[in-house]
């Protein structure tokens, strides 16, 4: 009778145990691993569209280069409201930079600037910033009536700001409206929600 002896067996096939304790760890890395870049996605794609700023019309709280994200999921519930500071494309142009401004009347509002100061339906602005006489009170200079899917805008830094007070921006159609800046990302000392 011959021994048998151990060695290499080529044609031999190992039994293979799937360590199921592993398997379901593994599993549940991936899980987590896709629903974090699927939650980093949707934020992203709503609250954080970053956008430069271009010029100095949103000096002194927003210089020319600064950086800030713009929050598109809001407005997709609620209007938009004054003192917002809004990203939108004039008259829908897509082929340029978002230009960033604050609402001073919402659809529906007169909106008139005489004296240097902004009149909305009848009666003095009340500004949440502290803004320069206007100079220039473009075509607001005789009351207007805002059309039911308009917003009229301006710059916080009133005396240079191309805005709704132009005919080549004028009133902010709803649906040019990107939505809110919300947050100022560069420079870093400037980091921090916009008001």
């Known amino acids: 009778m011959r021994r048998r002896v151990k060695g290499l067996e ?21 899980i987590e691993i896709a629903i974090t ?18 010029g100095p019309s949103m000096s002194p709280q927003l210089e020319d280069g600064d950086e ?36 001073i009347a919402v659809p529906g509002d007169t909106i008139q600037i005489k004296d240097g100061m902004v009149y909305v339906n009848g009666e003095q602005f009340q500004e949440e910033i502290e803004a320069d006489r ?6 607001a200079d005789s009351e207007m009536t805002l ?17 709704s007070r132009f ?12 939505g809110k800046a919300w947050f100022v990302i560069s420079p870093r000392d400037k980091l921090g929600l916009i008001q």
């Open 10 to 30: 080529f044609g031999r096939k190992k039994e293979r145990k799937i360590n199921l304790s592993l398997f379901q760890e593994i599993m549940i890395w991936i």
């Open 37 to 54: 870049i699927t939650i980093a996605v949707v934020f992203t794609y709503f609250f954080g569209v970053r956008s430069t700023v271009v």
């Open 68 to 103: 800030v994200l713009i929050d598109r999921f809001l407005y997709k519930f609620i209007s938009p409201k004054a003192g917002d500071m809004i990203a939108f494309l004039p008259n829908g142009n897509t082929n340029t930079h978002y230009y960033l401004k604050r609402v």
């Open 134 to 139: 206007i100079e220039d009170a473009g075509i």
């Open 147 to 163: 059309a039911e899917d308009e917003y009229f805008v301006l710059g916080d830094n009133r005396n240079n700001s191309e805005d």
């Open 167 to 178: 005919a080549n921006i004028g009133n902010i159609r709803e649906d040019y409206i990107i």
